[in-house]
T-cell receptor, first 115, second 120 residues
Framework: AQSVTQPDIHITVSEGASLELRCNYS??????LFWYVQSPGQGLQLLLK??????LVQGIKGFEAEFKRSQSSFNLRKPSVHWSDAAEYFC?????????????FGIGTKLQVIP | DTEVTQTPKHLVMGMTNKKSLKCEQH?????MYWYKQKAKKPPELMFV???????INESVPSRFSPECPNSSLLNLHLHALQPEDSALYLC???????????????????FGNGTRLTVT
């Protein structure tokens, strides 16, 4: 069965600093990988996704993620964090066959941005 | 603005009440989902509909009853809920239908903003 691990429950960074949120997955083959962001009381917004091809994926709001098969990782990065980036970030995985019916989410990383 | 609309935004109900959550999308998606999210937890899949037919039920108690009257609408009927059912209920849609295609799609789940449910 697929699973996702986000080892950092809570991260605090200063505004303007760089950010890296970690994500490791467990799956028999290369799955589909996603990063979602959730602001308090809101639904989830897709930041970026990886299906195949180039392992460095660009997303919205200046985020990028790199798929590393050898490490089973899909870490999210941003070179300079803005105060508006404070939110909950979820890494997610879905099987690469049969569609998106079972998207599994990690536990989430709460990002706090300090001035 | 989200393209998946959920109503109501907030709902408070007693354990003997019957209520319904509604979800609507006009993106032409043929797969629709219900997720449940408890505080400080990730979303958990409850149900999936594909072409208006229920294709996945993640062993959800029968006090939750989904309904998909057409390709744009998804309802979740609630009856005799427990306080532990209090959560954020998220609807999502996807243009990839279940059990169809090769799985090589380009469109992920589109989420609504959720209904915050409190059971008293």
């Amino acid at each position: 069965a697929q699973s996702v691990t986000q080892p950092d429950i809570h991260i605090t960074v200063s505004e303007g600093a760089s950010l890296e949120l970690r994500c490791n997955y467990s799956y028999g083959a290369t799955p589909y990988l996603f990063w979602y962001v959730q602001s308090p009381g809101q639904g989830l917004q897709l930041l970026l996704k990886y299906f195949s091809g180039d392992t460095l994926v660009q997303g919205i709001k200046g985020f990028e993620a790199e798929f590393k098969r050898s490490q089973s990782s899909f870490n999210l990065r941003k070179p300079s964090v803005h105060w508006s980036d404070a939110a909950e970030y979820f890494c997610a995985v879905a099987p690469n066959s049969g569609g998106y019916q079972k998207v599994t989410f990690g536990i989430g990383t709460k990002l706090q941005v300090i001035p | 603005d989200t393209e998946v609309t959920q109503t109501p935004k907030h709902l408070v109900m007693g354990m003997t009440n019957k209520k319904s959550l509604k979800c609507e999308q006009h993106m032409g998606h043929r797969a629709m989902y219900w997720y449940k999210q408890k505080a400080k937890k990730p979303p958990e899949l409850m149900f999936v509909y594909s072409y208006e037919k229920l294709s996945i039920n993640e062993s959800v108690p029968s006090r939750f009853s989904p309904e998909c009257p057409n390709s744009s609408l998804l309802n979740l009927h609630l009856h005799a809920l427990q306080p532990e059912d209090s959560a954020l209920y998220l609807c999502a849609s996807s243009p990839i239908p279940l059990l169809q295609g090769t799985g090589v799609g380009n469109s992920p789940l589109h989420f609504g903003n959720g209904t915050r449910l409190t059971v008293t």
